[in-house]
């Protein structure tokens, strides 16, 4: 199964309040997650990836990771 999520977040601090915003996005693979994270604004991303043993493991992760952003203030926009 393949899924991607885009999360998006207002920043915190000063960086809020001058209307940026964070982004956290999910790519699952098969038995491959791969979390890319930043500003919004910008190209460039973080990242890091992780692989399991199988698909099952790594639809767990991911959703994990998923439902722990949705907690902290995270705004789905894209779901694929």
Known sequence: MNRRWIL?????????????K????????????????????????QTDRKYFSNSQKAMSFAYDKYWAKIGKGYELVVSA
Do not use: A, C, H, T
Not at 8 to 19: A, C, H, N, T, Y
Not at 27 to 43: Q, R, S, T, Y
């Open 8 to 20: 998006v977040k207002e920043s915190d601090g000063q960086r809020g309040i001058d209307g940026k």
């Open 22 to 45: 964070k982004i956290y996005e999910i790519v699952l693979e098969d038995n491959m997650v791969e979390i890319l994270w930043g500003m919004f604004e910008k190209g460039s991303k």
